[in-house]
């Protein structure tokens, strides 16, 4: 399976929940699979989804799943000893790691080597940590929803793009959709 493969599967399960989607493809993909105005989708903070994610979910009580990439995640590596250290029990941070930077160009990322981001998040202190395949993603974050705790899932995935089409839409309409989504 690929990144989109889980987005096509998840859609479903996150579909009544805020979502703040990585930069991108992802953002792209998940447009593309189930466009809604619970979508906050990033078109240009590379590594900023976790951390708009968390600081949402510290702002109100809806659910918020940040779905977010290793890559973007290596590059904000600050982000995780943060998530740890501000716990909110309505956030659900998903890193889809395929090993590799997939908006540019499949390059390597180091989580598709020596770097586990699971041992990472535990060792960073937080404290609901799920590692998965990608077949086993849709489940982990039902439970994740269910149980009521901040939980981390790290979702390995094969690498690989589908082609989407560019968001069109403005990044102030996505941002007002959003927030309309978030005060309803």
């Known amino acids: 399976m690929i990144r989109s493969d889980i987005l096509k599967e998840l ?9 703040v989607c ?16 619970t979508n906050f989708y990033m078109l240009g903070t590379m590594g900023l989804a976790s951390s ?15 779905i977010d990439g290793d890559g ?4 904000n590596f600050g982000t995780l000893p943060t998530i740890a250290n501000n716990v909110a029990d309505n956030f659900i941070l998903l890193i889809i790691d395929n090993g590799s930077y997939g908006s540019t160009g499949d390059q390597p990322t180091y989580a598709g080597r020596k770097t586990s981001l699971a041992a990472v998040a535990e060792a960073c ?5 799920v590692e998965c395949r990608a077949e086993d993603t849709v489940q ?7 149980s009521d705790k901040m939980t981390i ?3 390995k995935c094969e690498s690989g793009n589908i082609k989407v089409p560019v968001i069109t839409m403005d990044p102030v309409t996505i941002r007002d959709r959003f927030m309309g989504a978030v005060k309803a």
């Open 52 to 66: 708009i994610g968390l600081g949402l979910a510290l702002a109100q009580d809806k659910k918020v799943i940040s």
């Open 140 to 146: 982990a974050v039902k439970d994740a929803i269910a």
């Open 72 to 75: 973007s995640v290596l590059t």
């Open 125 to 129: 202190g937080c404290e609901n940590v």
């Open 153 to 155: 899932i790290v979702s």
């Open 22 to 37: 990585n930069i991108g493809l992802p953002s792209q993909e998940l447009h593309l699979i189930d466009d809604r105005a």
């Open 11 to 19: 859609a479903p399960t996150i579909a009544e929940h805020l979502v």
